[in-house]
């Protein structure tokens, strides 16, 4: 991902900020049952090539690498879909292919998030999302709208009319990425009360470049975070770290369910980076989660985590 890379982190403060205190007050809200949270942890496609003796068995064919995929993750943030909205055939395709724990979290198309009205002048793309996304049925995770970097503050009504039309049984997640949405306190809770309102979750965003969509704001049920990492740089790690004691803080109020989703340059080294968390909140949280087993290749080349 680019968006808030820097060409140096020498400078970057990564400590996470203090969430607002309507994030604890939608926690402390949650009618649920106490149970063990639900912690998904993946990264952003499978078409790696170069996983093919770490995170794939040697040998594996490209035809083969979702169903791999699968088995060492519980989840994708499915980009392939910002570009084109899947056939149900192609839906049912991956459904049948993923194990049951997996959860699919698809990027909606970018013909309606990066459209000035949201698509709705072109509703067809939106009935043909939904028609599409129903199919994942219970591997449904949580799909999510990108909205682009010009999208401001002043649109806030677009996004509810939006919301008027999008299927509410469709789980969602909006990232905000224009800066007026964290420059004013006003705009910023009318679209949160406002996705709150709509059972809408919002899409934190920790990445270098821009430390105010880090904004730890959550609005339901779901906390779904897209982690940018520096090439497995010591503060990966440390970040991390305090991501799991964010989380444990909020399990402890009441989170359920968490997406969370490593990203690094190229995507080479996300599993690594994925891997790493899933062992520190196996040790450190009591949650379902999983994570990938390295096969060791040929060339005796697998990376050190630590």
Same mark, same amino acid.
């Given at each position: 991902?680019? %968006?808030?890379?820097?060409?140096?982190?020498?400078?970057?403060?990564?400590?996470?900020?203090?969430?607002?205190?309507?994030?604890?007050?939608?926690? @402390?809200?949650?009618?649920?049952?106490?149970?063990?949270?639900?912690?998904?942890?993946?990264?952003?496609? /499978?078409?790696?090539?170069?996983?093919?003796?770490?995170?794939?068995?040697?040998?594996?064919?490209?035809?083969?690498?979702?169903?791999?995929?699968?088995?060492? %993750?519980?989840?994708?943030?499915?980009?392939?879909?910002?570009?084109?909205?899947?056939?149900?055939?192609?839906?049912?395709?991956?459904?049948?292919?993923?194990?049951?724990?997996?959860?699919?979290?698809?990027?909606?198309?970018?013909?309606?998030?990066?459209?000035?009205?949201?698509?709705?002048?072109?509703?067809?793309?939106?009935?043909?999302?939904?028609?599409?996304?129903?199919?994942?049925?219970?591997? =449904?995770?949580?799909?999510?709208?990108?909205?682009?970097?010009? %999208?401001?503050?002043?649109?806030?009504?677009?996004?509810?009319? %939006?919301?008027?039309?999008?299927?509410?049984?469709?789980?969602?997640?909006?990232?905000? @990425?224009?800066?007026? /949405?964290?420059?004013?306190?006003?705009?910023?809770?009318?679209?949160?009360?406002?996705?709150?309102?709509?059972?809408?979750?919002?899409?934190?965003?920790?990445?270098?470049?821009?430390?105010?969509?880090?904004?730890?704001?959550?609005?339901?049920?779901?906390? =779904?975070?897209?982690?940018?990492?520096?090439?497995?740089?010591?503060?990966?790690?440390?970040?991390?770290?305090? /991501?799991?004691?964010?989380?444990?803080? /909020?399990?402890?109020?009441?989170?359920?369910?968490?997406?969370?989703?490593?990203?690094?340059?190229?995507?080479?080294?996300?599993?690594?980076?994925?891997?790493? =968390?899933?062992?520190?909140?196996?040790?450190?949280?009591?949650?379902?989660?999983?994570?990938?087993?390295?096969?060791?290749?040929?060339?005796?080349?697998?990376?050190?985590?630590?």
């Amino acid at each position: 991902m680019k %968006f808030g890379k820097l060409p140096s982190i020498e400078n970057v403060d990564f400590t996470l900020p203090t969430p607002p205190k309507e994030t604890e007050q939608v926690l @402390r809200s949650l009618q649920s049952t106490p149970q063990k949270p639900e912690v998904y942890i993946g990264c952003t496609g /499978w078409s790696m090539k170069e996983w093919v003796g770490r995170v794939y068995p040697t040998g594996t064919k490209a035809a083969d690498y979702f169903k791999y995929y699968a088995t060492q %993750f519980n989840t994708i943030e499915l980009n392939t879909t910002h570009y084109r909205i899947p056939t149900i055939s192609t839906v049912k395709k991956w459904v049948e292919t993923a194990t049951d724990d997996f959860r699919f979290c698809p990027k909606i198309f970018q013909r309606i998030s990066h459209s000035k009205d949201l698509g709705l002048s072109s509703t067809n793309n939106i009935i043909d999302t939904k028609e599409a996304y129903l199919h994942f049925e219970e591997k =449904m995770g949580c799909c999510f709208m990108q909205l682009p970097p010009f %999208f401001g503050a002043d649109r806030i009504g677009m996004i509810e009319r %939006f919301l008027n039309k999008f299927p509410a049984e469709i789980p969602l997640a909006i990232e905000l @990425r224009h800066e007026s /949405w964290f420059e004013n306190r006003k705009e910023a809770n009318d679209i949160y009360q406002l996705f709150e309102s709509r059972k809408i979750a919002t899409v934190i965003t920790d990445v270098a470049g821009r430390r105010d969509i880090l904004h730890q704001r959550l609005t339901n049920d779901i906390c =779904m975070v897209r982690f940018v990492g520096n090439g497995l740089h010591s503060t990966d790690y440390t970040r991390i770290d305090e /991501w799991i004691q964010q989380l444990q803080q /909020w399990f402890e109020m009441g989170l359920q369910k968490v997406y969370f989703f490593t990203h690094e340059p190229d995507n080479l080294l996300a599993p690594e980076l994925a891997l790493y =968390m899933v062992e520190k909140m196996q040790e450190q949280c009591d949650v379902i989660t999983r994570g990938p087993t390295f096969y060791q290749d040929d060339s005796d080349s697998q990376i050190s985590l630590f």
